[in-house]
């Protein structure tokens, strides 16, 4: 049950900047609790992004970024690559629900 | 480098028991403070928290699965595992295994993020 909800594709340039919303509600990102971000590339396990809303792990190029405000959070991209092409899921949790919550998750495509 | 990798049956039958272990490396399981987590992913669809536990016995569990998962760990093996009951054709999905990281903000454990992940073992059900 996803409580996470975010846009089903997004799609730019090579080069260009695209960014992903992360909506939530007031018993998950709006209750304070953290986003988290993962990329999952075609047919392998989703891999970490972002961690604590804006931090970057080791090995993640700074071409990533993420930001939270009120009961959403975003990822941007920029500078967009050919291997960028994969699907991106938000993280957080939902107080309401008493779990661990993935957003809808969203296709991103390099034109 | 801490790795993770799932095992068990890929084809079940329905109504009958899934069940998986996932074995990890390069860390001890029982070191440190982190949940052990099952997560899955039917085809082409997004991801679902299934639940997670600890070595000290601490488990939480997706409320929309809490009657039919069961999770355990074997320190001793430096595994964890899970149960999931009475399956169905939904419950058709790769199953991923991961590490649940959090921070404690005055003493009160915060939801985590997941790193690392295993890489995944499909499991259909079908009779």
């Known amino acids: 049950q996803s409580v996470l909800t975010q846009p089903p594709s997004v799609s730019g340039a090579q080069g260009q900047r695209v960014t992903i919303s992360c909506t939530g509600s007031?018993?998950?990102?709006?209750?304070?609790?953290?986003v988290h971000w993962y990329q999952q590339l075609p047919g392998t396990a989703p891999k970490l992004l972002i961690y604590g809303n804006t931090i970057r792990p080791s090995g993640v190029p700074d071409r990533f970024s993420g930001s939270k405000s009120g009961t959403s959070a975003s990822l941007a991209i920029t500078g967009l690559q050919a291997e960028d092409e994969a699907d991106y899921y938000c993280q957080s949790y939902d107080s309401s629900l008493s779990a661990l919550v993935f957003g809808t998750g969203t296709k991103v495509t390099v034109l | 480098q801490v790795q993770l990798q799932e095992s068990g049956p890929g084809l079940v039958k329905p109504s009958q028991t899934l069940s998986l272990t996932c074995t990890v490396s390069?860390?001890?399981?029982?070191?440190?403070?982190?949940?052990w987590t099952w997560i899955r992913q039917p085809a082409g669809k997004g991801l679902e928290w299934i639940g997670r536990m600890s070595t000290s016995g601490n488990t939480n569990y997706n409320p929309s699965l809490r009657s039919r998962v069961t999770t355990s760990v074997d320190t001793s093996k430096n595994q964890f595992s899970l149960k999931l009951t009475s399956v169905t054709a939904a419950d058709t999905a790769v199953y991923y295994c991961?590490?649940?990281?959090?921070?404690?903000?005055?003493?009160?454990?915060?939801?985590?993020?997941?790193?690392?992940w295993g890489q995944g073992t499909l499991v259909t059900v079908s009779s």
């Open positions: 390069g860390v001890s399981i029982s070191s440190g403070s982190y949940y």
């Open positions: 991961a590490r649940e990281n959090f921070n404690r903000i005055f003493g009160v454990i915060r939801p985590g993020w997941f790193d690392p």
């Open positions: 007031s018993s998950s990102i709006g209750a304070g609790f953290d």
